[in-house]
């Protein structure tokens, strides 16, 4: 049986060797294409500079953020570890936590643009996208020229709130020790379909630096950074809240606290709202 099968293979094999030899290509070896320059890289200096807090038109950011009408217990302190720096852990999960993709557009085009020419761009005020903030941003500070609703006509009414002079909200560079007060007025601004008119009140203050450990991912360095805001409406009374940001270079806000309106300790340990960087 294996004569046969041998002679199969040798005639299988015949018309190979008398065929001209072949020549074959000669393939260049594969070169992977050029990476391309990431935009902003961290350098860990210490401090935030303007080109480290960009703004990122059209890129949604994942956050996880806690649900509308809860609170939760937070530690915006930090805790003093061996190595001598802060450590925060906002780790921890919860089951009614909510995803919100957020992300910064261009002011051109928006109903409200005309009352803003010397904004820049945008990005949503609330997690639920209702409401937009007006910024600009220069080589000095990041500024807030007001907020307006997403919609002109919105089915809880209307919103546009514009300074009389943008608020300078971040000034850089951010780096620990740096403080500074801002105050914008609102004249003829509406507020869900209201009236408004007021004096708004920014003390912000770079207090701390360390190490910020959320559910996805951790930053090795951080800067916090403390902001009061009083409204002051031009009838009624003024009422406070703190705000408490983590930033981190090329990231921008990676951790924010907000406590509960009338909250007067600046190290407040319960949150109206918490977000959290994600990767989702």
Not at 7 to 21: G, K
Not at 243 to 263: D, I, K, L, N, W
Request: overall charge negative; charged content about 20%; some cysteine.
């Amino acid at each position: 049986m294996r004569k046969p099968i041998l002679l199969l293979f040798a005639v299988a094999l015949l018309p190979a060797c008398s065929q001209e030899n072949k020549t074959y290509p000669s393939y260049a070896a594969y070169e992977p294409p050029a990476a391309e320059p990431l935009a902003c890289l961290p350098n860990l200096d210490g401090q935030i500079v303007s080109s480290e807090l960009q703004e990122a038109i059209g890129i949604p950011v994942s956050y996880l953020v806690s649900a509308p009408g809860t609170t939760r217990p937070v530690d915006v302190v930090g805790q003093l570890g061996s190595d001598g720096r802060l450590h925060w852990d906002w780790s921890g999960q919860w089951a009614d936590d909510r995803l919100a993709r957020l992300q910064a557009s261009a002011l051109e085009g928006k109903w409200y643009a005309a009352s803003f020419p010397a904004g820049q761009f945008v990005a949503p005020f609330d997690a639920g996208n209702t409401i937009e903030s007006v910024y600009s941003r220069t080589e000095q500070a990041l500024y807030l020229h007001g907020i307006a609703s997403i919609e002109a006509d919105p089915a809880e009414g209307r919103t546009l709130m514009v300074y009389d002079q943008p608020i300078e909200l971040y000034r850089f560079p951010l780096a620990p020790g740096a403080s500074w007060i801002a105050a914008g007025k609102v004249q003829d601004g509406v507020i869900r379909g209201l009236p408004y008119a007021g004096r708004d009140v920014y003390e912000v203050a770079v207090d701390g630096t360390g190490e910020l450990t959320l559910p996805d991912v951790t930053f090795s360095q951080v800067l916090r950074v403390r902001t009061k805001v009083t409204l002051e409406p031009a009838v009624g009374q003024s009422v406070s809240q703190w705000q408490v940001s983590f930033f981190f270079e090329c990231f921008g806000e990676v951790g924010r606290a907000t406590s509960q309106t009338g909250e007067t300790e600046a190290d407040f340990t319960v949150a109206q709202e918490i977000r959290r960087f994600g990767i989702l």
